[in-house]
T-cell receptor, first 110, second 111 residues
């Protein structure tokens, strides 16, 4: 099945810093989503982005499907951004099954 | 504000007991998924329904797990009998077109 790799595995920032999270996938995808799992365990949708670029406030994402990667940008980070960021994809033959990466653990210090 | 709901939010039970988890998908969504999250395995798909029909349950231990959608507003995941290795957070997600939206999860602890 499709493989999803995220980097870095851990990231520690001071409030106000910017960061880039990367997601590499091993095959063509029908769907790519970024999620934030907050300290209470909730999975919050950030972006549905199988290709192209989207922005939502301080967050933006870019997926280059032909090169099989996606990037999540966080600008002016805040302590509330802390948590785990997951990239998840639906491979070309996987119907609707999301395959998740292992996540990036982000800690933002005040 | 439409969202996926799950009950119970927390469940502690003893080995051998039956556990039933419930999910109400977002109205109008035609796909429902059950995922399990553990520290060791991360997030993995257990079962998948489209228009209430089961399409994929290959991720589920068939001898003890069962998933159903008795109607469009209710999906259930049942474990019988439960075992300590089933301890995990179980998420339900519903989907419209390709995007999936997750419920808050049921944290299951089997003693």
């Amino acid at each position: 099945g499709i493989q999803v790799e995220q980097s870095p595995p851990d990231l520690i920032l001071q409030e106000g810093a910017n960061s880039t999270l990367r997601c590499n996938f091993s095959d063509s995808v029908n769907n790519l989503q970024w999620f934030h799992q907050n300290p209470w365990g909730q999975l919050i949708n950030l972006f549905y982005i199988p290709s192209g670029t989207k922005q939502n406030g301080r967050l933006s994402a870019t997926t280059v499907a032909t090169e099989r990667y996606s990037l999540l940008y966080i600008s002016s980070s805040q302590t509330t951004d802390s948590g785990v960021y997951f990239c998840a994809v639906v491979g070309g033959t996987s119907y609707g099954k999301l395959t998740f990466g292992q996540g990036t653990i982000l800690t933002v210090h005040p | 504000d439409a969202r996926v709901t799950q009950t119970p939010r927390d469940k502690v039970t003893e080995m051998g007991q039956e556990v039933t988890m419930r999910c109400q998908p977002i109205l109008g969504h035609n796909t429902v998924f059950w995922y399990r999250q553990t520290m060791m395995q991360g997030l993995e798909l257990l079962a998948y329904f489209r228009n209430r029909a089961p399409l994929d349950d290959s991720g589920m231990p068939k001898d003890r797990f069962s998933a159903e959608m008795p109607d469009a507003t209710l999906a259930t995941l049942k474990i019988q009998p439960s075992e300590p290795r089933d301890s995990a957070v179980y998420f339900c997600a519903s989907g419209f077109r390709q995007e999936q939206f997750f419920g808050p999860g049921t944290r299951l602890t089997v003693l």
